[in-house]
């Protein structure tokens, strides 16, 4: 069992979502040549103004909502006074193959907080132990014995898919070793009675129903678009 310390070192609510919207998206003006006509050739290569900015936070019913001060989150750095053994974080998810952007990004979030962390708190050095999972049920079950015999790491970020997740929430479950998953979406990993797991994200159940009622009852849009790659 891990140390109890660290069983309460993440404590994350899903209340509410946050709607996003992506503005300054769009293309230059075409220019035209000598004949006044419309040039087909444009710059790939020139910088698009494109941003992500908070809109609103909403409730499950597509209510807008206050946001509440305490959902900001924690500073990695802390106060800077932090003292341990050398510890390790685990972060679990596709690193190659098809899937990896996600991955990678949850990585590089992991890494980026404990770059900060560390560069503050010169007597607490936590680092990273990645795992490839390749976002594969089979491959995470066969990996996630290796996480939990590895008396350093204190924690995991991961596994990335739901699939994965539920194919070894009880492997960490049974070893005491907090789990968070940033992007698991599947409504029953809640529901199998892990003491140790975690998300940072609401579920399929809250996501998708809470959008499409801010969408039509708050903003009193008629109609969607809906955008996929055919994957």
Known sequence: MRASATRHAIALGSTALIVFGVV???????EKNANGA???QTDATAPVDLSIVEQVQIDENGAAVQAESATAPAD?????????????????????GPDAALGI????????A???????NPDCQIDLKTFDTEGDPQKATAIAPQIVDD???IGLVGPAFSGETKAT???????GLLALTASATNVTLSEQGWKTFFRGLANDG????????????TVGDKKVCVVDDST
């Open 24 to 30: 300054g998206c769009s293309q230059p003006a075409p």
């Open 38 to 40: 419309a040039s087909s």
């Open 76 to 96: 990695p750095a802390g106060d800077g006074k932090a003292t341990c053994a050398p510890v390790s974080l685990a972060m679990a998810g596709a690193l190659n």
């Open 105 to 112: 990004n949850i990585k590089n979030g992991v890494q980026m």
């Open 114 to 120: 404990l770059d900060k962390h560390n560069a503050a």
């Open 151 to 153: 008396a350093a790491i």
């Open 169 to 175: 929430g009880g492997v960490f479950d049974q070893a």
């Open 206 to 217: 809250v996501q998708g129903p809470s959008v499409a009622n801010y969408l039509k009852n």
